[in-house]
């Protein structure tokens, strides 16, 4: 059965080792730097016990257990379209501003589920915690890229940086290393390690070639946070931080220092070109990036809303030049969202009789979405200007009485007060500016792989699919049409034609 709430805030009080600020935190669920991120995730796992239930949230899988749609396995397009329908729901609790939550890892979940046959011999591990995860709607991230110490070696080359196997026995064995970051790794239930690199894994590296699932609580694993937003947001009002203040899933670089894996947490051991190819077998890029679609889709909606909600209070949306700025950030959001129908509606065909999303559309919403992004944070610095630094200091301005009759005077909008317009251009403020709004960006370039590697990778794609020899062989048959002595295809090269007007 899905996790309630409290069963969610209990599971984090695990003995999970996450450091920050030189300290250890005892509880993530009651640090001042954690503690609102993970009630917002609780508030997710809410969603799921509502009564009557939510049937465009949940499902019972075949064990009986009520589930997120997300973990569903997909037979038909309309699964698929259910499991974005769902995601939706729980992308605009949050605005689209968590990159990760349960039913993100919900993606790999459903690639297990569909094919434990390409794990053997560690089919039935792979099987069972797909059932698990579905069936407990636990939270799963992953880790992949190594630590960013010399990108010109091998994994092998450093073997004191990125995780390998050092020992094992007939119970499991022992890895050490570590590897950047795991995005929301605090909140989560466990991790699931693999190698994503530009360059994929050779023989030489096979102690590294790895897949597995380590609980976040696992004895030996560290998490070493980035500066926690909330925590800085602490000190001010909501009103001041509306966004950094209950959504900052953190990321942490995680350490393993000789942590233990038993076997059936092991999915591919010591094998780099099941490790390498695992990604791809399983469809996970296709099954994890819909969320990233749904999610990117809802965050475009909720920032052209904004910027819509900043021109009028500015008094320039009816200038054209403001006009197509939104616009331009619109045709985005529409763009992501039709990409996103798109992948479901005409889905690729999977193993075991399942599908999953079109890898034309979800590979491209992957080489999309980091180019855009920027420019749309681009577009908002452009309407809003000076207006993000006309803002007082912070919400106790406006309770200072001396204050207050000259921030209702000089800082009404057009069409609101003051306070409405502070309120306004606070949050659009954390969406795009403060520390959060700029980590924003550099999520979504690397969300889903490094800038140049999602372009580089679709025309991998293409090769194999067949678009490209479609694509060339088109321009052929216009090279086809003609050569040095004039046209020779028909309808240019006329034979009756010329044959006219020869005699004529
Ligand atoms: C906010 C944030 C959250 C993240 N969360 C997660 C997470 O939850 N889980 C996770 O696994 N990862 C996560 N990551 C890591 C993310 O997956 C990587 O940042 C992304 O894949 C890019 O890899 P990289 O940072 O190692 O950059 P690199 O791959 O090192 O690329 C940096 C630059 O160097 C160039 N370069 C590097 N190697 C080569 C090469 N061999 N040949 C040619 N050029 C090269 C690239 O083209 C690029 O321009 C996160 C990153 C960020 C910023």
Wanted: net charge negative; glycine share 8%.
């Amino acid at each position: 059965m899905a996790l309630t709430s409290k069963q969610y805030l209990d599971s984090l009080r695990d003995g999970r080792e996450v450091w920050i600020d030189g300290g250890r935190v005892e509880d993530v669920t009651a640090h001042p730097g954690f503690s609102m991120a993970a009630r917002t995730v609780a508030h997710l796992y809410d969603t799921l016990h509502q009564s009557p239930a939510d049937k465009t949230l949940t499902w019972t899988t075949p064990r009986g257990a009520v589930s997120h749609k997300a973990f569903k396995l997909a037979k038909t397009r309309n699964h698929l379209l259910d499991r974005a329908r769902a995601m939706r729901t729980w992308s605009r609790m949050h605005f689209g501003f968590m990159g990760r939550s349960p039913d993100y890892k919900a993606g790999l979940a459903v690639s297990l589920g569909a094919s434990p046959d390409f794990f053997a011999p560690f089919e039935g591990n792979c099987q069972a915690w797909y059932d698990r995860l579905a069936d407990d709607v636990l939270f799963m991230n992953h880790i992949g890229v190594n630590p960013m110490v010399d990108r010109s070696k091998r994994p092998h080359e450093l073997p004191d940086i990125n995780i390998k196997v050092t020992r094992e026995n007939d119970a499991g064995f022992w890895v050490s290393g570590a590897k950047m970051v795991g995005t929301a790794a605090a909140f989560t239930h466990c991790n699931l390690v693999f190698s994503f690199a530009p360059v994929p894994l050779e023989e030489a590296d096979s102690e590294h070639a790895l897949v597995f699932i380590a609980p976040t609580g696992a004895p030996g694993l560290k998490l070493l946070s980035r500066p926690s937003y909330e925590l800085a947001a602490k000190d001010r009002s909501p009103f001041d931080y509306p966004l950094s203040s209950r959504f900052d899933e953190n990321d942490s670089t995680m350490v393993f220092d000789d942590v233990f894996v038993p076997w059936e947490n092991c999915l591919v051991y010591r094998d780099a070109d099941r490790a390498n190819r695992f990604f791809v077998h399983a469809q996970v890029v296709q099954n994890l990036m819909l969320h990233g679609g749904v999610r990117l889709a809802t965050k475009l909606e909720f920032l052209a809303g904004m910027l819509t909600k900043l021109a009028e209070q500015n008094g320039t949306i009816n200038y054209r030049g403001i006009r197509i700025r939104i616009g331009e950030v619109i045709g985005y959001a529409w763009t992501v969202g039709a990409l996103v129908r798109d992948a479901c509606t005409s889905p690729d065909p999977g193993p075991n009789g399942t599908v999953a999303p079109s890898h034309r559309a979800i590979f491209a919403l992957r080489a999309l979405g980091p180019a855009i992004y920027p420019k749309v944070r681009e577009l908002i610095q452009l309407v809003g200007a000076g207006g993000f630094i006309q803002l007082p200091s912070s919400s106790k301005d406006l309770l200072a009485e001396q204050l207050r009759p000259y921030i209702d005077k000089y800082y009404r909008g057009s069409g609101a007060t003051a306070e409405e317009r502070i309120k306004l251009w606070k949050l659009a403020w954390d969406a795009i500016g403060s520390e959060f709004g700029a980590r924003q960006e550099l999520f979504e370039r690397s969300y889903a792989g490094n800038f140049d590697n999602v372009r580089l990778e679709n025309l991998f794609m293409a090769e194999r699919n067949g678009d490209v020899p479609e694509w060339t062989d088109l321009v052929d048959t216009a090279l086809g049409a003609y050569d040095l002595n004039g046209w020779t295809e028909a309808p240019w090269a006329d034979p009756l034609a010329d044959d006219a007007a020869e005699a004529g």
